[in-house]
């Protein structure tokens, strides 16, 4: 299978876990908590890095990786009015409002951990 691979730091891997399995539809492929875990959404695999994971340490100029940030995996919705809504029952924390441009329309929200998912329905296409 060829996998497309992203590292998320997170601050509670079983909480992390948690969130992309109950709101997206992930599975778990293995678990390392509260190190590490590693879920999948078709060819996405998403690992999960705590702070006492390989991942989380240190840099030799003393930065140690966290979450947040703004890179972030980008989801094509169908409905993104109605992905809000399911979301936003849910408690789902957002950064901002459905924004719109020439190439469809977004609104980002956040992990636990506070890092960025980006929710992106495009526009309809005219012919010709």
Do not use: C
């Not at 709101?23 to 999948?40: I, K, N, Q, R, Y």
């Not at 789902?92 to 506070?114: A, C, H, K, M, Y």
């Amino acid at each position: 299978m060829a996998w497309v691979n992203v590292r998320y730091m997170v601050d509670d891997v079983e909480a992390a876990v948690a969130f992309y399995t109950k709101h997206f539809g992930f599975t778990v492929l293995s678990s390392a908590a509260p190190a590490f875990a590693e879920v999948a959404l078709g060819d996405l695999r998403l690992l999960l890095s705590g702070p006492t994971s390989s991942a989380g340490r240190p840099m030799p100029d003393g930065r140690r990786p966290g979450p947040g940030g703004w890179n972030r995996i980008h989801f094509v919705v169908a409905d993104l009015a109605a992905e809000v809504a399911r979301l936003r029952a849910a408690g789902v924390r957002f950064r901002n409002d459905i924004v719109t441009g020439p190439g469809g329309s977004q609104i980002l929200l956040e992990d636990p951990s506070g890092n960025p998912i980006e929710l992106f329905q495009p526009a309809p296409r005219r012919p010709g």
